[in-house]
């Protein structure tokens, strides 16, 4: 998606030789106009699917998810929480997912409520590096006995694996912009 790489390069920065820093835009402060073009975006990759839910993590996923949804008839968005809430008193799947940027590992937890038998589902993602939140997302579908359709992400860094990893796996992953690689300060997308 030829907008997401200029809004990365104009507005984006990277740090290091691994990290892109995108919080003016996208998961510290949200452009919402441009975070409408990006569910449009992430619509036209997977419009020959039917999801019946949108699977995110909170917080800088939901957003987008939520875009996402509109143009799939406004269908519902879960999102997994990174600590179980003592509301969760009817029961929650849950699975680890190790943090590229943070370091840690967290655990995801969705509500069975929310997530169901049979159901189709959409992960939608900001960021993937080593592919562990998709991977944990994809684990809390399989204990809900529903099928993951498609797993889409904003900004890839194909120089991590992740989506590899999870192509290798059976997942279609659709990726609005891939990085190849930061080099000395600079984003070289493929």
Same mark, same amino acid.
């Given at each position: 998606? /030829? ?14 030789? !691994?990290?892109?820093?995108? @919080? ?6 949200? @452009?919402?106009?441009?975070?409408? $073009? ?9 419009? @020959?699917?039917?999801? /019946?839910?949108?699977? =995110? ?7 987008? &998810?939520? !875009?996402?949804?509109?143009?799939? @008839? ?5 999102? &997994?929480?990174? %600590? %179980?809430?003592? =509301? ?8 680890? &997912?190790?943090?590229?940027?943070? *370091?840690?590992?967290? =655990? ?17 993602? /900001? ?22 359709? *498609?797993? *889409?992400? %904003?900004?890839?860094? %194909?120089?991590?694996?992740?989506? !590899? ?8 992953? $659709?990726?609005? &912009? ?11 997308? $493929?």
């Amino acid at each position: 998606m /030829d907008s997401l790489k200029k809004k990365i390069l104009s507005e984006g920065t990277a740090i290091g030789s !691994e990290i892109v820093k995108v @919080d003016n835009f996208l998961n510290h402060q949200i @452009d919402v106009l441009f975070l409408e $073009e990006l569910g449009k975006a992430f619509h036209e990759r997977f419009k @020959d699917i039917s999801p /019946d839910k949108i699977l =995110t993590v909170e917080a800088s996923g939901i957003a987008m &998810a939520c !875009e996402t949804a509109k143009n799939f @008839d406004g269908i519902p968005v879960v999102f &997994a929480k990174k %600590a %179980a809430p003592n =509301t969760l008193v009817e029961g929650y799947y849950c699975a680890p &997912a190790k943090s590229f940027t943070k *370091g840690i590992v967290s =655990t995801l937890f969705a509500s069975k409520t929310f997530l169901n038998e049979g159901e189709k589902i959409l992960i939608i993602d /900001d960021f993937m590096a080593s592919g562990e939140a998709a991977l944990a997302l994809g684990e809390l579908c399989r204990q809900a006995g529903a099928e993951v359709l *498609g797993i *889409g992400i %904003a900004i890839e860094k %194909a120089f991590q694996g992740g989506a !590899e990893k999870l192509r290798e796996k059976g997942f279609r992953v $659709e990726s609005l &912009a891939v990085i190849k690689k930061i080099r000395n300060g600079t984003i070289e997308f $493929e």
